[in-house]
């Protein structure tokens, strides 16, 4: 009686096998991936106009409110409205072909179409207004701006990452009169020392309806 | 609303998220952030409130109204208007998925085509031009009754110009009755204003001043504050259809209307002391009556004849009413709507009519049968309509222009009792609608701005305009009370003719039918009987009996040769020989939602039988499937609603329910920050259900459709039970417990319903997988499932219009109340930057905002001063399914009746 | 005499080739291309059901608030329930040295297998949005959030995953030495490879059958505890909560009895026709199905006695809202439906008490129809009425199902059926090698 | 050492198999095996090298499935997101035990196959003996003895003649 397996048919067999834990194996990296999308850090989507914050910030240091206005007041930090950019860029750059768009904005009275770079899902309900007011500085998620010739985020933005800073936010923290200065937490708090706001408790912190509603 | 029975379009859907899936294009769509062009003073994110007001039969109901990022969102009552004291009605609710429902009317037309604003104005002026040479005869302007100043101020315009111009006045729900009963007693029209916290004793005679017409949530508000055990007054009703007014009564008596008649003149006889016909109540009512003379208020209904009403005035001069539990104004018309109606109907039919201009309303639908409106119409060669709704005036009018929302015009109104308040828009028109003042400019042409315009009719200018703008009230505008001789006029009541009689009555969701494409109202249980979707022909039992008929089964209600078939209901408390139907139903042209559900029982309605007729009723063969939300109504000795009587109310002791009542084999979790809770005093709720509502407004809650509901799938959040075996008629307002031991939250799998830390059982959509465990065991069944994807149905406000703190929900996720925590979360965030605990008071729910009696209260238990706290230690406090020993934080007080022991023992 | 386990005259050689032959030479008969169409036909119509429930949601059912379970939940404990038979036979009795067991054992995992893979598939089409099924296994995500354990729905996830696991481990180890006959007999290439593969090269070394027997053993041993402890989980489905009808600590015994009555219902149904097509008279032979019978009669009385012990507690418990559902399902919307599985759970079995009926191949095939029929009902029963009657009244609202509801029913039925017609062609079912033992047994008795 | 298997008898019954494997054991054969269509009880103890028990796997998969799955809900209850779920206890330990003994059987169960199919050196797809004529009945109605013929000092002439006096229905050589 013969074998059931002849020497190459065992040898495909066996090949096959490892093929096909080789395709599960790249199928469940590829869907992390893919799966991971709204998760990806770093790249700096186009923008209709090629704003460097790297420029207002960094080098001519402008504060954070001068365009973000309602960030001490607001859940939404505030995106500047045309006119804001006006009031610099009437006197300033006046022909620079790259401020087209805005002119043409103010001209036709029609807003500019910026693409979201910090994107939350809808039931996600973040308030920039409390954190400032407790001394998140905002390069604690959004980096080091004045480092950024295009804007491009920083933080995951996930649930974990959210909860990492709710469990402890002392690390995180600084004086709430530095929040927009660009200097990291670490290096303020040895200047200023460390701010006794009061926070809500770690529970009332790490409840769901904290951001869930 | 309806799940939209399921196109191709929802394959394709399918289809597109699974190849979605399969080419892992899982990463969110780009999304844009567009800010402004110049910048705004307000910033986004931000919540503004706006004071106006919403008009309903020429009297007005002051609002606050909520605009998120410039966009109406939420309508709250104004604290400083007499008519709202804060709290607001459905319709005030409502008017909000109104002003974005996308069936509004969006295009000017004439005969149907669309056309253009110069045209309609170029015809129209030629038109007048022919007119102006005798005055402007022929040239008719049909409005509602006049609330206005502005459109007064307008209209006096036009008639100096056109001297021969005619106006004529028509609601459906009109007050012809009462007016005309004013003049035979007073020698002129007056509107009464009641004043319930002053009255120790009422009657009310076929009248529901706490469940509808105007002023009514003050009235609510006033008869609620004198319910309390220790001053409780005390409330007779004798009605044919059992209304709110007649659920909170002490004690009731279910008469047909003619029968009402003779007990009113029994009535009379007993408090002039001469022998009457033995009715029940008669004595008791005016041995009470008489003892608190100056404390006591007989109160008629529009349904009584003008002389009964005049009686009434007279009952109320013996009893030293005036001044004290009542004050007369000038009335809000000079116009008796029936007959004015029927001679512009005449005289279109005669040709005398050659420009009419329809100032709102829809009398095609609602005028009396009698004056067949509509045809009339037709012999009108320039007839134009301004409406909301392409309604069916709209399609018998030459022109249609769209009408702007109230939340979108200038305008001014009076409250109930005189007061005038301003109209201003929230949003500018958002399908290109004119407001009435518009119109008329338009067509009279008069340039000044509709602002301008109001500020004129109101002798208003500078601070005084500006603060009556943020006041929503003009400051000392309520007319000082007529004094005024009451004269004899003699009553016979109609002799009691056997067989049937048609009572009409506004719906008490679609009103007089204007509310018709309204989602929300459509699907609002009604009071009495918990239908939605439909309007009923309701009899009391022994009528259905006789009839041999069920509720369901269809008869047919015949006033000669106008005959109506709808589908019966049975309901418990409702006068025999009697019959109900509620207006506004099986309209025609109601857009999508409202169009071609009910039966319309206009065409019974005579400008002579506004309220009630004569009529046959024999069954019809077939039935009608009838959608209720609630199938049973006793309690079955279980007592959910409690009840007791005053006496029992003062001798017991505080049961101190605040504190948790019983021991517990889980060790207490700390709540070491707030505890939210509340108490509901069944007391106090009289089911009008704007709480339900109210939240449905806040949080965003779909409608589900007739279908859906009636397979047990509605979405309110706080829903009101009825139970009609206890001693009196109960509401019971059921929102989630929220308990401190929640049975729902140890059943879910993934945790998507758990607690924080101030004790509020939270569900967290984004988590739950819809397995509808938790709603299983929720001893209360108040968690509501998204069975089908409802939040995109028809009939839902589009996303700008909802509210933007919080989530909608999707197809599969269970929801449920959470005490308005986006109200806790503003609260919170704000005291927390400011340094400070929340302060009692500050957090406020839709539903208690919304509440004309104040029956639901809100707050932080952790605080024993708190309003709740104190509350919850009543001694009518106790909590629902007690036993379970679920700890819930929101608790009841019981409902107390104050019967009078006379009439026991009569 | 007819009451051996094995009828005429076998060796190991016959009763290896008739077996085996079942599989490798018998031709396809015209009743099974028929039963084949008609089961691949209702299981086209689960199919369609699913995708149609995925499109809109579980609306299309007649779910509602207060019954907020369906048919999706009743079936899966039907079928979770049917499974356990299988188990029983193949664990218990292997334990209890039953020899009778051999012959029918096989088939009756097969049995477990399908019904369980089947029930499994009810909970996750249950939820509102299946997609998300995942999130209750515990594992590290995103969120940083888990399962909520103290969900019997989690002890449900866990339940029937590891008792699909161990029935395929416990089916698949007992199949290795009669793959590896069917691998030595049959013909064409590909067909002894496929064999060959999944015998894993198994060539019968006595040290070898040393291992396998204990593992075989071992395996049983964990079986049987477990197969009690699936039901009495799903039992805690209900009984953790607190609606009335549902709260009942008797809830976990009265499942595991119900679940094997209905479970032995359905091995006579499958055995009874198959032993005639098969022609397998002989293997499985009317000893067997007295034994079952008798079974069918002992768990059907337990059956009987939890029913009474529902309506007595309630009572006896003075609780009224226990009293009141206890009430409300002989007199109320779904007495019908009481009434009818008291009859076809309680009434019918008794039959069984004579010695002709439990001999009687026709009345066995009868009765076990009617009792799954009974079995479905009272699941119904427990899971609607008690729902549709709890605490408020005013919440009171009954469950009526929709087509749907029926349809995706008949339709995991005709999946059944598919999977074991599909079985019975390319496995064999019947055990061989416990069957050469059942001979070589007979043989010692036979001396 | 020869280039062969082994040398293979081919019996009629399990008795034949079993006194077949008592004598080789006497005559002091190393590297016997035996092969039969069903589990022979007594059949192993005669042959050498005792087969490790299965049991062991079992016990310790069950242990490690036991508290590795108490440990996984304690851990994320109290541990990892401690949440207030309708006032019970962080640590709700009655509650923790269904999956905590589930997890027990699926570990142990799975320990008793593996160690099986390991134990016996399985999966095998080709082996010499599958060559051998008459095998597949191995699977059938047949018994076999084999000598194996790498262990020290084989003498194929002895094992044929060994294997010739047990009477079998043929004697089979079993190459490599």
Redesign the interface.
């Given at each position: 009686m013969a074998q059931a397996f002849s020497a190459r048919a065992l040898l495909f067999t066996k090949l096959a096998a490892l093929a096909i834990a080789g395709l599960l194996v790249a199928g469940a990296v590829t869907a992390y991936e893919h799966f991971d999308g709204p998760y990806r850090v770093g790249d700096a989507p186009p923008q209709p106009i090629a704003f460097s914050h790297k420029h207002h910030v960094g080098d001519d240091g402008i504060d954070c409110r001068f365009c973000h206005a309602s960030v001490e007041t607001s859940s939404f930090a505030g995106i500047p409205a045309t006119q804001v950019c006006m009031t610099c860029h009437s006197q300033l750059f006046t022909d620079a072909p790259m401020l087209e768009p805005l002119r043409q904005s103010a001209a036709r009275d029609e807003p500019l179409h910026w693409t979201r770079v910090h994107r939350l899902p809808d039931f996600a309900y973040f308030d920039h207004s409390i954190h400032v007011r407790k001394g998140v500085a905002c390069i604690e998620c959004h980096g080091r701006v004045d480092r950024m010739p295009l804007m491009r985020r920083e933080a995951p933005l996930t649930m974990q990452w959210c909860l990492d800073c709710h469990r402890d936010p002392t690390p995180h923290l600084r004086d709430p009169s530095r929040v927009f200065d660009m200097t990291p937490s670490a290096a303020v708090r040895v200047a200023t020392g460390v701010p006794h706001e009061a926070l809500a408790s770690r529970r009332r912190l790490t409840d769901c309806s904290t951001c869930h509603r | 609303m309806s799940?939209t029975p399921?196109t191709r379009r929802?394959?394709l859907?399918?289809a597109g998220a699974a190849t979605a899936l399969a080419t892992?294009a899982?990463?969110?769509p780009?999304?844009?952030?567009?800010?402004?062009?110049?910048?705004?003073a307000i910033?986004?994110?931000?919540a503004q409130f706006y004071a106006t007001a919403m008009t309903m039969q020429g009297r007005a109901l002051g609002v606050l109204v909520q605009s998120d990022m410039g966009r109406p969102t939420k309508v709250e009552g104004n604290p400083a208007h007499p008519s709202s004291l804060g709290a607001t009605d459905v319709f005030a609710q409502a008017s909000i998925l109104e002003l974005w429902d996308p069936a509004r009317s969006r295009t000017l037309r004439h005969r149907g085509t669309p056309a253009t604003r110069e045209a309609l104005v170029a015809e129209w002026r030629s038109a007048l031009a022919g007119l102006e040479a005798r005055g402007g005869e022929g040239l008719r302007i049909l409005t509602g009754y006049v609330g206005s100043a502005t459109l007064r101020a307008q209209l006096d315009g036009l008639a100096r110009t056109y001297p021969a111009m005619q106006r004529h006045e028509w609601e459906p729900l009109h007050r012809d009755n009462s007016l005309e009963g004013a003049r035979l007693a007073f020698g002129r029209r007056v509107d009464c204003a009641y004043r319930f916290d002053a009255a120790d004793v009422v009657v009310a005679v076929d009248a529901d001043p706490l469940g509808e017409g105007p002023g009514w949530v003050r009235h609510a508000r006033d008869f609620a504050s004198r319910r309390a055990p220790q001053s409780m007054s005390r409330l007779y009703a004798v009605e044919s259809f059992p209304s709110i007014t007649g659920d909170m009564a002490d004690h009731r008596v279910a008469l047909a209307p003619a029968a009402l008649e003779r007990w009113l003149a029994a009535l009379d006889a007993a408090l002039r002391g001469e022998a009457s016909t033995p009715l029940p109540l008669v004595e008791a009512a005016a041995h009470d009556l008489l003892a608190h003379r100056g404390r006591s208020l007989v109160v008629a209904g529009e349904g009584l004849p003008p002389a009964a009403h005049a009686l009434v005035h007279r009952i109320n001069a013996r009893l030293g009413a005036p001044g004290a539990t009542v004050s007369y104004l000038p009335a809000v018309s000079d116009v008796a709507c029936a007959e004015s109606v029927a001679a512009l109907s005449r005289d279109m039919r005669a040709g005398r009519v050659q420009a009419l201009l329809i100032l709102g309303g829809n009398p095609a639908y609602d005028a009396p049968a009698d004056v067949e409106f509509g045809a009339a119409l037709a012999r009108v060669p320039l007839s134009v309509h301004v409406s909301l709704y392409e309604d069916e005036t709209s399609a018998a009018c030459a022109w249609h222009v769209p009408r702007a929302h109230y939340l979108e015009e200038w305008s001014d109104a009076t409250a109930h009792e005189g007061t005038v308040s301003i109209v201003q828009p929230l949003v500018a028109p958002l399908h290109g609608g004119v407001s009435i003042h518009e119109a008329v400019a338009m067509l009279g042409d008069d340039a000044a701005s509709p602002r301008d315009g109001v500020m004129r009719a109101l002798h208003l200018e500078g601070a005084a305009w500006h603060t009556a703008l943020r006041d929503g009230v003009v400051a000392s505008t309520a007319p000082a009370p007529l004094a005024l001789t009451v004269r004899d006029v003699a009553f016979d009541p109609a002799d009691v003719a056997d067989g049937w009689t048609v009572v009409f009555r506004p719906d008490a969701a679609v009103h007089g039918g204007e509310f018709a494409p309204n989602a929300w109202l459509q699907e609002l249980p009604r009071p009495e009987s918990k239908l939605v979707w439909d309007n009923a022909a309701y009899v009391s039992a022994t009528s259905a009996a006789r009839l041999g008929a069920k509720s369901g089964d269809l008869v047919e209600v015949a006033r000669g040769a106008r005959r109506v078939v709808a589908p019966l209901w049975i309901l418990p408390g409702h006068a025999d020989d009697a019959v109900s139907l509620p207006l506004g139903y099986g309209r025609e042209r109601a857009g999508p939602v409202g169009s071609h559900i009910g039966f319309d029982a206009y065409p019974l309605r005579d400008g002579g039988f506004a309220w009630s007729a004569p009529c046959s009723v024999r069954k019809a063969g077939g039935a009608h499937a009838l959608v209720t939300t609630?199938?049973?109504?006793?309690?079955?000795?279980?007592e959910?609603a409690k009840h007791m009587t005053l006496a029992e109310a003062l001798s017991a002791h505080s049961a101190a329910h605040a504190e948790r009542p019983v021991e517990?084999l889980?060790?207490?979790?700390p709540y070491?920050?707030y505890r939210w809770a509340m108490a509901i005093d069944l007391n106090a709720c009289i089911g009008c259900n704007a709480c339900t509502i109210a939240c449905q407004s806040e949080n965003n809650i779909p409608t589900v459709g007739k279908e859906?509901a009636g397979?047990?799938?509605s979405m309110h959040w706080i829903?009101v039970?009825?139970?009609d075996d206890g001693p009196t008629p109960l509401h019971?307002p059921?929102p989630c417990m929220q308990?401190?031991?929640?049975?729902?939250?140890?059943?879910?799998?993934?945790?998507a319903t758990?607690?924080?830390?101030?004790g509020?059982n939270?569900q967290?959509?984004?988590?739950?997988?819809?397995?509808?465990?938790c709603?299983?065991?929720c001893?209360?069944?108040v968690?509501?499932?998204?069975?089908?994807?409802y939040s995109a149905g028809l009939g839902e406000r589009p996303v700008e219009g909802s509210n933007p703190?919080?989530?909608?929900r999707?197809?599969?996720?269970?929801e449920k109340c959470?005490y308005c925590?986006?109200r806790i979360?503003r609260a919170r965030?704000q005291a927390?930057?400011e340094?400070r605990r929340i302060a009692e008071g500050e957090v406020v729910t839709a539903c208690q905002a919304a509440c004309p009696t104040r029956a639901i209260s809100f707050g932080d238990l952790s605080d024993p001063a708190s309003a709740v706290a104190q509350v919850k230690r009543s001694p009518r406090g106790y909590t629902l399914?007690e036993e379970?020993n679920t700890?819930p934080r929101t608790t009841y007080l019981a409902r107390v009746s104050n019967p009078n022991p006379q009439a026991a023992n009569e | 005499m007819n009451s051996q386990v094995l009828r005429g005259r076998w060796g190991y050689a016959s009763v290896t080739d008739k077996i085996s032959d079942l599989v490798l030479r018998r031709p396809t008969h015209w009743l099974w291309a028929l039963g084949f169409g008609i089961a691949g036909t209702l299981t086209l119509v689960l199919l369609g059901g699913m995708v149609w429930l995925f499109a809109v949601g579980v609306g299309i059912w007649g779910v509602n608030i207060p019954v907020a379970w369906g048919f999706a939940i009743v079936n899966f404990v039907w079928w979770i329930g049917i499974g356990h038979a299988g188990t029983f036979i193949s664990a218990f009795l292997l334990l209890l040295r039953q020899k009778w067991r051999n012959s029918i054992n096989r088939f009756a995992e097969a049995m477990t297998l399908f019904a369980a893979g089947i029930a499994g598939l009810w909970p996750v089409l249950h939820l509102g949005r299946p997609w998300f099924f995942y999130w209750l296994v515990p594992y590290p995500d995103v969120m940083d959030v888990w399962p909520q354990w103290r969900s019997p729905l989690v002890w449900d996830f866990f339940a029937i995953s590891t008792y699909l696991t161990v029935s395929l481990l416990f089916w698949y180890v007992g199949l290795i030495p009669d793959l590896a006959t069917l691998r030595d007999r049959a013909h064409g290439a590909w067909r002894r490879m496929v064999y060959g593969f999944f015998a894993l090269g198994w060539r019968g070394e006595a040290r070898h059958w040393a291992r396998f027997e204990s593992a075989y053993l071992l395996l049983a041993g964990l079986a049987a505890p477990l197969v009690i402890s699936v039901h009495s989980i799903v039992s805690l489905d209900f009984a953790i909560g607190n609606t009335p009808g549902y709260h009942s600590t008797i809830f976990p015994p009265y499942f595991v009895a119900g679940a094997l009555f209905c479970g032995f219902a359905m091995v006579l149904v499958i055995a009874i026709p198959m032993r005639r097509f098969l022609g397998l008279e002989d293997f499985i032979t009317i000893r067997h199905l007295d034994n079952a019978a008798k079974i069918l009669l002992a768990t059907g009385l337990l059956v009987a006695y939890g029913y009474a012990m529902e309506v007595f507690t309630a009572f006896y418990s003075g609780d009224k809202y226990e009293i009141a559902i206890a009430l409300d399902r002989m007199k109320g919307f779904y007495a019908p439906v009481y009434w009818t599985l008291l009859f076809l759970n309680v009434v019918v079995p008794q039959v069984l008490w004579w010695r002709r009926a439990r001999r009687s191949v026709a009345t066995l095939f009868v009765i076990g129809i009617l009792v799954n029929i009974g079995m479905w009902l009272e699941r119904f029963m427990i899971v609607e009425s008690s729902l549709a009657h709890d605490f408020l009244p005013s919440a009171w609202r009954p469950f009526i199902p929709t087509g749907w509801d029926w349809a995706m029913l008949a339709g995991s039925v005709g999946l059944f059926a598919l999977l074991f017609l599909a079985f019975v062609r390319v496995l064999p079912a019947l055990s061989i090698f416990e069957m050469r033992e059942l001979v070589e047994e007979e043989k010692e008795e036979a001396r | 050492m020869s280039a062969l298997y082994g040398v293979m008898a081919e019996l009629a019954d399990e008795k034949a198999l079993l006194a077949a494997a008592h004598e080789a054991r006497d005559a002091g054969w190393a590297g016997v095996e035996a092969y039969s269509p069903f589990p022979v009880a007594g059949l192993a103890e005669e042959l050498e090298g005792k087969p490790l028990g299965v049991s062991v796997f079992v016990l310790l998969g069950g242990i490690l499935g036991g508290a590795g799955g108490y440990f996984l809900q304690w851990y994320s209850a109290v541990i990892s997101y401690p949440i207030n779920v309708g006032g019970r206890p962080l640590n709700s330990w009655p509650e923790f035990i269904p999956v905590a003994f589930e997890m027990t059987v699926l570990f142990a169960a799975l320990a008793a196959v593996f160690a099986m199919i390991v134990g016996n050196g399985l999966p095998r797809l080709r082996h010499p003996l599958f060559d051998a004529p008459h095998f597949d009945l191995a699977t059938r109605n047949r018994f076999f003895l084999c000598l194996r013929g790498n262990v020290e000092d084989f003498d194929e002439a002895r094992a044929h003649a060994f294997l010739e006096s047990l009477e079998p229905l043929r004697v089979i050589e079993v190459a490599s």
């Open positions: - | 799940p399921i929802d394959f859907k399918l892992g899982c990463t969110a780009p999304d844009e952030i567009v800010p402004y062009v110049r910048p705004r910033a986004d994110g931000i609630q199938l049973h109504t006793r309690m079955e000795g279980r959910p517990s889980y060790p207490d979790w070491d920050s859906e397979r047990g799938r829903r039970d009825r139970y019971q059921v308990c401190e031991d929640a049975p729902c939250e140890a059943v879910c799998p993934v945790g758990v607690h924080d830390s101030e509020i939270v967290i959509y984004n988590r739950c997988v819809g397995t509808r465990f709603s299983n065991n001893p209360y069944k968690r509501r499932f998204n069975f089908f994807h703190q919080v989530t909608t999707m197809r599969g996720v269970m959470n925590l986006q979360t965030l927390d930057k340094g399914l379970l700890r | - | -």
